[in-house]
């Protein structure tokens, strides 16, 4: 079945500059790749998103590049600010269920955004 | 609109008692899960739904059993809790054609 590793597990930045946070698949056939944030105590969202048949997606300070022959996606925040402090989670849809949205998901990224 | 629900919202087991955990949408989705969520660990899935009145195994089944038998509402039950089932529970939902899943404020859970 689907595996996704994340790395690293924790990630401290200062404010203004980039976090990037990457995540390995095991299947060639996973085809979505999303990224959820969690705020402590909060529910997990989603924040971006990315289908296999694009390389890149933005939304504004956020960005998400996907290599389909490394089987990697990273999550890349520019410009940080304090509310981005959050534990953000990559996932992928696990291959053989494309009609049951089988989602599995990484360990964590622990982000802190230093003053 | 009250989006995804989850009842009750702290719970704690002694070690063999049993317990139903339910999740409730709005939203008119299909597709219904139950994770848990342990430190350092990320979100396992435990079991899923694709539909009123069917249920799949996810990665960590055991000790869990489901039921899906309103299209809005999905059930996890435990029999005999044990320590080890200490998390805190998400259950989330989402659209057929639209994978985002929707998740309810969770459950934190205590099995001493």
């Known amino acids: 079945g689907e595996n996704v590793e994340q790395h690293p597990s924790t990630l401290s930045v200062q404010e203004g500059d980039s976090a990037v946070i990457k995540c390995t698949y095991s299947?060639?056939?996973?085809?979505?790749f999303p990224w959820y944030k969690q705020e402590l105590g909060k529910r997990p969202q989603l924040i971006i998103d990315?289908?296999?048949?694009?390389g890149e997606k933005k939304d504004q300070r956020i960005a998400v590049t996907l290599n389909k022959t490394a089987k990697h996606f990273s999550l890349h925040i520019t410009e940080t600010q304090p509310e981005d402090s959050a534990v953000y989670f990559c996932?992928?849809?696990?291959?053989?269920?494309?009609?049951?949205?089988?989602?599995?998901f990484g360990s964590g990224t622990r982000l802190s955004i230093r003053p | 609109n009250a989006g995804v629900t989850q009842t009750p919202k702290f719970r704690v087991l002694k070690t063999g008692q049993s317990m139903t955990l339910l999740c409730a949408q709005d939203?008119?989705?299909?597709?219904m899960y139950w994770y848990r969520q342990d430190p350092g660990m990320g979100l396992r899935l435990i079991h899923y739904?694709?539909?009123?009145?069917?249920?799949a195994k996810g990665e960590v089944p055991d000790g869990y059993n489901v039921s899906r038998l309103k299209k809005q509402n999905f059930l996890l039950g435990l029999e005999s809790a044990a320590p080890s089932q200490t998390s805190v529970y998400f259950c989330?939902?989402?659209?057929?054609?639209?994978?985002?899943?929707?998740f309810g404020p969770g459950t934190r859970l205590t099995v001493t």
């Open positions: 299947d060639s056939a996973s085809n979505y």
């Open positions: 939203m008119n989705h299909e597709y």
């Open positions: 739904s694709v539909g009123e009145g069917t249920t």
């Open positions: 990315i289908r296999s048949n694009v």
């Open positions: 989330a939902s989402c659209r057929g054609t639209n994978y985002e899943q929707y």
């Open positions: 996932a992928a849809l696990a291959a053989g269920y494309s009609s049951a949205s089988k989602i599995i």
